[in-house]
C-alpha cells in the first residue's frame, strides 16, 4: 500500500506500520506524484480535484484539517474515491488563541471581557465552544448560526441574525468557507457591514482568509473610526496583502489551531477512518500528555491572560509574521513559519495549580478538563 502524506503531517506511525509512506510538499504537490498511491493524506494547502486525482489509483483521501474548502467533494464522489476529515481535531487550540485575542483586544481598549458583549458567527466545534467558555465566565454572548437555526438544533446560546452579532463589542468568526447556497461565506464580511463597525469593536477572524473581504478590511482600517482586526488567516494565503497586516492590531499566520494535540488528534482521526474504511476495527486514540504544573493563580482578567500566556503567546506568532512578509519571498517565508511552529500545548497537557476566585473558577475548570 503506497501512502502520500503531507510532510507537515506528524504521528504517521500507524500508517507506515500499514503502507510505505512518501511524504511531499503539500503546496506543491501534482498528479505525477500520485501514480502508485493509493491513500493521500493531505492538509488545507493542498488543492484536492479532479485535475489531481483522475487517473490516478488514490482511493482514499484524509484530510488532516477541520475546514474542507480545499476539497471538491463532488469529483471525489464522481471518482469513487472516499473521503475522511477531522471535525474538531483542533478546536480546543483554536478557542485558546481566541480567548487569549478577545483579553488582548479588551486590554488595548480598555475594557473588561466579563462586561463586554461577544458576537460569535458560527457555533459548530469551535464556536460553540468558545460560547460554552464564555458563557462559563459570564459574558454576554451573541450567536449567530443560520443552519443550525432552521434545524433546531440545541446551542449554548440563543441565535441571532449575522446584524445583531456585528453590533456586539467584540465579533468572532468560525464559519466554513463556502461560496454557494443560502449561508455562502465568501465575503460574508464585506465593505458595508465592514462600515457598519465603530472604533469601540472589534473584529477577529480564524476561520478561513476570504470569510473577510481583505481589500475592504484594509480600507476600512485605514479609517479614523476604524474596528480593531485580528487575523489569523487571509486571503491569499501563503502572501497576505502586507498593507492590511501593517493595519491590523495582531496578526498570525494561519496558526490558531496549531497545538501539538490538535495535529496529532488530525492524524489520528484519519487513521480511525482509514481502518474503518478497510473494514478494520478502529484503534483507541488519546493524545499523549505529560502532565506538567503550571502554577497560575486567576483574581482577575489580567491574570487569566497571563495564565494563557504561560501556555501560548499570540505576539511572538504576530511578530514572525511580521518579519515574514519582508522577506525577499513572503510566500516562502510564511509557510516556513508554519512548517517550523514550536510546540505549543493546549491547556489540557498542563496541571493547574494556584487560587482561582470565584468568578474564574467555571472557566478555569473548563480550560484544563480533558474531553
Ligand atoms: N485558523 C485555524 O487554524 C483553524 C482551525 C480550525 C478550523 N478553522 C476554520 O474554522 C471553521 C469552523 O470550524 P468548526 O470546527 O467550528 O466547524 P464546524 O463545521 O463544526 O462549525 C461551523 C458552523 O458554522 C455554521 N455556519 C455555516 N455557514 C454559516 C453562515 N453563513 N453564518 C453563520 N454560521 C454558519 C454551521 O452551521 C456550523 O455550525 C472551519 O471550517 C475552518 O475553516 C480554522
Ligand atoms: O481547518 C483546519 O483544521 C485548519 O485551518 C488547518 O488545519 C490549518 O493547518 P494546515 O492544514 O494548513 O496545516
Known sequence: MRIVADENMPALTPFESQGQVTRV??????????????????????????????????????????????????????????????????????????????????????????????????????????ADWLNALGVTVIGCDPPLARAGARTPVPLDPLDAALEADLISLHVPLTRDGDDASHHLIDAERLARLGPEQTLISTCRGPVIDNRALATRLEQEDAP??????????????????????????????????????????LHQAWCRWRGESAPEMAPPTE??????????????????????????????????????????????????????????YWRHRGDVAAPFKPLVSRLFAPE
Request: aromatic share 4%; charged share 25%; with cysteine.
Open 25 to 130: 510538499n503539500g503546496r506543491t504537490l501534482t498528479r505525477n506524484q500520485l501514480k502508485d498511491t493509493e491513500v493521500l493524506l493531505v492538509r488545507s494547502v493542498t488543492h484536492v480535484d479532479r485535475a489531481l486525482l483522475e487517473g490516478t489509483p488514490v482511493r482514499f483521501v484524509g484530510s488532516a484539517t477541520i475546514g474542507t474548502d480545499h476539497i471538491d467533494r463532488q469529483a471525489l464522489d464522481d471518482l469513487g474515491i472516499a473521503f475522511a476529515h477531522a471535525p474538531g481535531c483542533n478546536a480546543r487550540a483554536v478557542v485558546e488563541y481566541v480567548l487569549q485575542a478577545l483579553l488582548l483586544a479588551c486590554h488595548k481598549q480598555g475594557r473588561s471581557l466579563r462586561e463586554s458583549r461577544v458576537g460569535i458567527v458560527g457555533l459548530g466545534n469551535v464556536g460553540g465552544r468558545l
Open 228 to 269: 480593531l482586526a485580528l487575523l489569523d488567516v487571509w486571503e491569499n494565503e501563503p502572501r497576505p496583502d502586507p498593507a492590511l497586516l501593517d493595519r491590523v492590531f495582531l496578526g498570525s499566520p494561519h496558526v490558531a489551531g496549531y497545538s501539538v494535540e490538535g495535529k496529532w488528534r488530525g492524524t489520528a482521526m
Open 291 to 348: 502532565g506538567a504544573e503550571l502554577d497560575a493563580p486567576v483574581h482577575d482578567e489580567a491574570d487569566l491572560l497571563a495564565l494563557l500566556r504561560r501556555a501560548y503567546r499570540l505576539h511572538e506568532d504576530d511578530a514572525r509574521l511580521r518579519e515574514a512578509v519582508r522577506a525577499p519571498d513572503p510566500g516562502v517565508a510564511f509557510d516556513t513559519l508554519r512548517k517550523n511552529y514550536p510546540p505549543r500545548h493546549e491547556l489540557l
